[in-house]
């Protein structure tokens, strides 16, 4: 599967079409679904990218005749390019469920933002990813539709909640594809498939129709196969949104556009927090993985300190309070009246209400729902929210803070690799702390990349990912570095089985 930069160079020269690019994808996913381990990573192939692949040839033929191909390219920079999309994320006139059963059929009745600028940029939405239910989950095991399994090994798990975006991309079925992310859903996947995966700084993309989990730490996210392929989307959907209050402009757009290393390694000071260097439970591979990150570092010149921030050791705590409770009220709205797929026997409306909510979500959401209800209820009147809240507000002090005299921090993305399908599924708080070294980014609003670094020898030489942080809207400066990764290690994948 080429990068972005070279099928745009592909669809300028005439060596490929946009229709041949959907086509072949249509095709990887037709033999996929027919094999006897299919990854599931697609819900579904949009019928309409075929024709909007047409449309899209037509504009380049057009203006290589008249000689305004550059033009062409500058006005729409992801022409003919095709992308995967999440399935919690609208896209007019197809359906969306958020791997529920509650909203079997429900079609988007308009574009998402950041389907809306893709689009204007000449990109192709090629179809609907899996994902957990409601983007509640680290594996993608707890979608209606069944798990996602893992393109380097169908027995491993492809991480989640945006699991089916990432096997989508790691499977080289799509060129790059957007999730969503509120404790580590984009990165985590990244790394299990090893592939890039982006969470920017909250605002940076906009949430308008994107059907939400915790609002205040949501946030769409970007996955590829180099950092250049994130960039690319990222510099035409990122900016302020009249829908999206929250929604923000990103400085240096500009050297997204045409990405470059970046230019003084040497000059890098990069924190890790002791937190996660004391971690119990942190695989060997991942730890030897840390290791040889900080050594290639150091080798460019970086310094790097060990940093103290025990407010990070409550980060877990704090992320799935305040998580679950923005969950619980941002679900009633699934109730069978408003929206949702409705169970009615006819015995009232409370019954109503229970059956339909019964029916429609799986177990893991109802857990959450009932677990946030639970924590604002009049017993507690609020309190335990608003104490997580305080962490949280402590946390992106502390990490503004640490950011005025470093400029990245560094850690492992998750602490083991990849897992077996149905290795946790049953075991909740297990799963919960795949999101260990991802919910501080998410509580602190700031940007944060996930990189392939390297393979596991013990656990079937399944991917293992790194992660460089920066401070809010530094999504530049953390691409151009994962830039300088990637070229000196380029091709160090593994074959997919």
Known sequence: MYTINETIEALKSGTTSSVALVKKS?????????????????????????????IADKEIA?????????????KKPLLGVPFANKDNISSKGHKLTCGSKILTGYVAPYNATVIDRLEKAGAIPLGRCNQDEFAMGSSTEYSSYGATRNPINREYVSGGSSGGSAAAVSGNQALFSIGTETGGSVRLPASYCGIYGLKPTYGVLSRWGVVA?????????????????????????????????????????????????????????????KQFL??????ADVQSAFNETRAWFESKGAKIDEVDLPVLDASIASYYVIALS???????????????NRVDNGKGYDELYVDTRSDGFGPEVKRRIV?????????????????GMTV???????????????????????????????QKVDDPLEMYLSDMYTVFVNLARIPSINVPAGNAKETDNMPIGMQFAGPMFSEAKLLEIAQVWEEDHKGCGVPLK
């Open 26 to 54: 249509f095709e990887t996913f037709e033999a996929d679904k027919a094999s006897e381990k299919p990854l599931n990573a697609f819900l579904e192939l949009y019928e309409d990218a075929l024709t909007k692949a047409e």
């Open 62 to 74: 057009e203006a290589k005749a008249n000689g305004s191909l550059d033009a062409l390219f500058e």
């Open 213 to 273: 989990y915790g609002s205040s730490l949501d946030q769409v996210g970007i996955m590829g196969h180099s950092p250049s392929d994130i960039a690319a989307p990222l510099a035409c959907m990122a900016g302020v949104d009249f829908y999206d209050d929250t929604s923000a402009d990103l400085p240096g757009v500009e050297k997204l556009k045409e990405l470059k290393p970046y230019a003084d390694m040497s000059s890098l000071k990069i924190a890790i927090p």
């Open 278 to 283: 004391e971690t119990k439970g942190l695989d």
């Open 326 to 340: 923005e969950a619980a009220s941002n679900l009633s709205r699934f109730d069978g009246i408003r929206y949702g």
């Open 371 to 387: 677990i946030g209800n639970y924590v604002l209820s009049e017993q507690f009147s609020g309190d335990t929210y608003k104490k």
């Open 392 to 422: 949280r507000a402590r946390i992106q002090r502390e990490m503004a803070k640490l950011f005025e005299s470093y400029d990245i921090v560094l850690a492992p993305t998750c602490p083991t690799p990849a897992f077996k399908l149905g």
